[in-house]
């Protein structure tokens, strides 16, 4: 099981990215998937996921109406088009596939079973 992460880079505030994560040696079918980043000296900090379910996309508040997640089944791939970009953004971005992505009375709940290497975005002031 592979999942990687690409398309970081470095961008001036207000500018955009999109990363991708592909995964390997499994079907992103039978996951729901989800992006986590972490910048310098912070804890790690979930941003995304889509529920397998309903495929509801959920987002931090960090990130809602800047960021947004889709998947391409049929490449295996999923997305995060980044616009907007502020220098708070500046972290390393991972991808991360798990059972469930869902919504609970005051969280979003999802636990990854596998992640993917990282990839650094950098945004500039």
């Known amino acids: 099981v592979q999942l990687q992460a690409s398309g970081g880079g470095l961008v001036q505030a207000g500018g955009s990215l999109r990363l991708s994560c592909a995964a390997s040696?499994?079907?992103?079918?039978?996951?729901?998937t989800g992006w986590f980043r972490q910048a310098p000296g912070k804890e790690r900090e979930w941003i995304s996921c889509?529920?397998?379910?309903?495929?509801?996309?959920y987002y931090a508040d960090s990130v809602k109406g800047r960021f947004t997640f889709s998947r391409y089944n049929a490449k295996n791939t999923v997305y995060l088009q980044m616009n907007n970009l502020k220098p708070e953004d500046t972290a390393v971005y991972y991808c991360?596939?798990?059972?469930?992505?869902?919504?609970?009375?005051?969280?979003?709940?999802?636990?990854?079973?596998?992640w993917g290497k990282g990839t650094l975005v950098t945004v500039s002031s």
């Open positions: 991360a596939a798990a059972p469930s992505c869902f919504r609970s009375a005051s969280d979003v709940i999802f636990n990854p079973a596998y």
């Open positions: 889509i529920s397998n379910s309903d495929g509801v996309t």
């Open positions: 040696r499994f079907t992103l079918d039978y996951y729901t």
